[in-house]
């Protein structure tokens, strides 16, 4: 697709002569009325602006200040009649956040450089910025599931637990296990338990809010963090969270199979918890709670619990 140019000089015969010049290779939109160059810019879709200096009405420089100021990365040319001081263009110019300037009368081979070295920079900036964008959303991303990773859990976990804490709030973590899992992968393969995985991700992501961050905590462990949300609201949330797995069918080569989860639950309020990660282990005790007292099943966590845990040997935290 050809790169749209604005061109913008009062002198008449220069804006044409330039947007002949330039129209085979760009599509090209010219004025002569330096103040409609803000109106025809903002009813375009423009990657890149040239403009006179000197103009009636609307300087180029205004005119760089608008662009950039709602368009950072669109590039600006600017062109200059004259030098009242010599230091200026060099100096003055880059200062105020353009591009590139050249001197008139303009040279079309240093204009089209100039334009081809302007729009390469922007495809460069914008090629980086989305294999940044990338790289940070792998880093923090499950390959998986598409869920939140552990990495990524444990900044925001964090951050919410001081935010509850702050603004006295409730916070809620849940815990999810699959239940007999080795089963799974024992009798149908790691590749159909690696879908089973990837079902239960899409499940977390659809059925649950938004705001909730939803993470695979590691192997068919998966940590949902629910803000906003007191004890009675959480069980609600992990009893929906435990019937929905139970009642998806899933199949193998034709046959039809369920699985089903155990929760723990735990509700951080009125610092009833010391650290994200106390929250954490509170949960994931109420969760061991699940496991003992037959699966498939929600717990939520209770001081009572933690002590008789202690009393009946270490926790998975407690290696
Ligand atoms: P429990 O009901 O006590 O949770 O039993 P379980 O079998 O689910 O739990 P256990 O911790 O004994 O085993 C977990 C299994 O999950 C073992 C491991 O091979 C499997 N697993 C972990 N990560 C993956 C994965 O990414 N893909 C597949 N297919 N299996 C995985
Ligand atoms: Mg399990
Ligand atoms: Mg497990």
New binding site residues.
């Given amino acids: 697709m050809k790169p749209n140019i604005l061109i913008v000089d009062d002198e008449m015969n220069l804006a044409r002569k330039l947007e002949m010049a330039l129209r085979h290779e760009y599509h090209v939109i010219s004025t002569h009325q330096p103040e409609r160059a803000l109106e025809i810019f903002r009813n375009g879709d423009f990657d890149l602006v040239i403009s006179g200096i000197q103009m009636p009405k609307l300087s180029g420089f205004e005119i760089l200040r608008a662009v950039k100021e709602t368009h950072p990365l669109i590039g600006v040319i600017l062109l200059t009649g004259e030098i009242p001081d010599r230091a200026e263009p060099t100096v003055k110019i880059p200062q105020r956040g353009a591009n590139d300037y050249l001197l008139k009368p303009v040279r079309m081979r240093e204009l089209k450089v100039a334009i081809q070295s302007v729009l390469k920079n922007q495809r460069q900036y914008l090629e980086n910025k989305r294999c940044f964008q990338e790289l940070v959303h792998r880093a923090y991303t499950d390959s998986?599931t598409g869920l939140s990773n552990r990495h990524y859990f444990e900044s925001q976990f964090k951050l919410e637990f001081e935010r509850s804490e702050r603004y006295d709030r409730p916070l809620s973590c849940i815990i999810l296990?699959?239940?007999?899992?080795?089963?799974i992968?024992h009798a149908f393969g790691?590749r159909m338990?690696?879908q089973v995985?990837n079902q239960i991700g899409d499940l977390l992501l659809n059925s649950f809010r938004s705001c909730d961050l939803k993470c695979r905590f590691g192997?068919?462990e998966f940590v949902l963090l629910a803000p906003e949300a007191d004890k009675e609201v959480v069980i609600t949330i992990a009893e929906k969270l435990r019937r929905t797995i139970s009642k998806k069918s899933f199949a193998f080569m034709g046959t039809p199979f369920r699985v089903a989860g155990s929760v723990g639950v735990a509700t951080c309020w009125r610092k009833n918890f010391k650290s994200a990660s106390d929250l954490l282990h509170a949960a994931e005790a109420a969760l061991m709670k699940a496991?003992r007292e037959g699966?498939n099943c929600v717990r939520v966590y209770t001081p009572l619990l933690l002590q008789g845990l202690r009393s009946a040997g270490p926790t998975p935290n407690q290696v």
Avoid: S, T
């Avoid at 296990?177 to 089963?183: A, C, E, H, L, S």
């Fill in positions: 998986l296990d699959i239940d007999d899992f080795k089963r992968n790691h338990g690696d995985l192997g068919e496991k699966k």
